[in-house]
RNA sequence: GCGCCUGUAGCUCAGUUGGAUAGAGCAACGGCCUUCUAAGCCGUGUGCCAGGGGUUCGAAUCCCUUCAGGCGCGCCA
């Protein structure tokens, strides 16, 4: 049990309240010098018909101070209380020291299975930094509920489905190189796509053209299955490269095709069920009771659509896993896609329609406006990345020359300050790509956590293993109190950011660990002469480098001991 | 026109279910390395929390409204 459930229970003793009033009504002062825990009691005044501060100053007297409470204030209308520092600290190190790496993780996910559809790759298209939150955010929530005990499947929902296609296909019949594409893969099929829409402005029938070859994708025609194929690999191939560097993973890349010839038992249930009806030439689910705009089924020509193929994937998700929980990881100009798809969902009777949620996220644009695939006006991601890494490797060269694994190193601090950076800020605000910003490494950054972890990592190293006990009384002050009490709710953090779908929580809370321990190693010195004082410091050192790590890892960013 | 989202310091953002004087980082300036990694620490200044109304003992937070910006609104994904 923590230290606030049990304050609660003395509280609802003392007040005759119950203890999950007295919990909820329990928060933490702005300042941690008015005390630990605070209970308002304004709320009291109505049915106890008397002044906030007397009410306070009653309780003060009524509830008998536990142990773990060194002392009892009145500040006005509220009751604060101060925890007994040093029991707090030997508890708390106790527990920390136990769980090691593991700190924050649970079982509350166990024999729940939750899905994770993020990323998304668009074949022929390259892999940018618009596509970094779905990745960053999904791969985190991924490593998030696994610490939970879920079982989580990441799916890749690739976009490889489309007329565009078609088109790809005809420009790489008329125009393509082998080995061109065998070299710049992405970049050649994009120049083949751009070519194909410049000389379709001036020629209307290489559209039919495109269409032609689509339909022999559709058909399964041999050769434009070959061609398909070759470039969905190309494509993969390089996706994967980045997925690397990033440490994300996924248990399926089943895409949009994937889900084409599961469309037909989706039409007939739709039928079935009476919900499809026919609107001008179309065939659409009307949501009218729902105040949303119908949803297209069928085009006018018979074909499907996005929606088409999302219905049927939920719907193969449920059979296939029976998810606990379905997460999209996309951004939020799809914001009425997935009402729609859900509302459709719960028209057709499943409940679980409920369990399914967008994960929304804010777009990502350029300092001069929005990318453009088309137009050639975006930033790869790659490049950001290797950017990243470079500059890390000059300021290696510059402050560490000695350090070994310099390379590794530089990537494991590059690439994590472009994944923390993605991952500061709540989802929906909009982001506006800089170089500048990402490539600082300083203040509220990843590189900042990571150093911290590196100077906890080698005080470590620099104290000898022996067998006196600690002496916890070396953390009674208020910088060690302070890493203590962030270090104590992490866990609470971690749930937060699951139930929320929030990675910046632990993002945050890391920034705030690493901060108070910097403030404290600043102002204390760890190894001393004092064995058993050294100790306590060394165990605070252990838990802070332990718990960054393992908030570094579920955010899909690794923690050197040296940089 | 309708719907959803956003608006907090010069910039980028925090601000738990409404709670005590609204906080960080960046940028600027000034300090701190013969001692555990200075990618660090300390200090200095900055706010009509977009505007207006309301609810409440108490509002950046909840409700109404106006304004500004973004996104979306039947055959794209």
Known sequence: MDLKTALAEEIAKGAGISAEDAAEMLETPPDPKMGDAALPCFKLAKTLRKAPPAIAAELAGKIGKPEFISEIEVQGGYLNFFYDRKRYAQDTLTQLLAAGENWGSSDIGANKTIIIDYSSVN????????????????????????????????????????????????????????????????????????????????????????????????????????IFGWFKELTLREAKRVYEMLDVRFDSYAGESFYNDKIPAVLDELREKHLLVESEGAYVVMLEEENLPPAIILKKDGTTLYATRDLAAAEYRKKTYDFYKNLYVVAYQQNLHFKQLFAVLKKMGHDWADDCEHVAFGMVSLEDGTMSTRHGKIVL???????????????????????????????????????????????????????????????????????????????????????????????????????????????????????????????????????????????????????????????????????????????????????
């Not at 000389?199 to 209307?204: I, M, V």
Request: glycine share 6%; aromatic share 10%.
């Open 381 to 563: 991601l790659e490049d950001v990345l290797s950017r990243a890494v470079e500059k890390t490797l000059s300021i290696i060269n510059e402050k560490n020359p000695q350090l070994e694994n310099k390379e590794q190193v530089a990537a494991d601090i590059g690439i994590g300050a472009v994944i923390f950076s993605t991952l500061s800020q709540n989802r929906i605000k909009d982001i506006t790509f800089s170089f500048d910003r990402v490539l600082n490494f300083d203040g509220e950054t990843g590189p900042y956590v990571q150093y911290t972890h590196t100077r906890c990592a080698s005080v470590i190293a620099r104290h000898e293993e022996n067998s006196e006990s600690m002496d916890v009384s070396v953390l009674e002050n208020d910088e060690a109190f302070a890493v203590l009490k962030l270090l104590s709710s992490f866990p609470q953090t971690v749930l937060a950011a699951s139930e929320k779908n929030e990675p910046f929580y632990i993002t945050r809370r890391l920034v705030e660990l690493a901060q108070a321990f910097n403030k404290y190693y600043y102002e204390y010195r760890i190894i001393d002469e004092d064995v058993c004082a050294t100790n306590a410091r060394i165990a605070l050192a252990r838990a802070v480098k332990d718990t960054l790590k393992t908030g570094l890892g579920l955010l899909g960013i690794k923690a050197p001991s040296k940089m």
């Open 123 to 226: 074949i022929a298209k390259p892999f940018h930094i618009g596509h970094l939150s779905s990745t960053a955010i999904g791969s985190a929530l991924y490593k998030i509920n696994r610490f939970l005990g879920y079982h989580v499947v990441g799916v890749n929902h690739l976009g490889d489905w489309g007329t565009q296609f078609g088109k790809l296909i005809a420009a790489y019949k008329m125009w393509g190189n082998d080995d061109e594409i065998n070299r710049d893969s992405v970049a050649a099929m994009l120049k083949l796509y751009v070519r194909f829409h410049e000389e379709a402005e001036k020629d209307e029938s290489l559209n039919d053209l495109g269409r032609a070859w689509f339909k022999k994708i559709e058909d399964g025609d041999k050769e434009a299955m070959r």
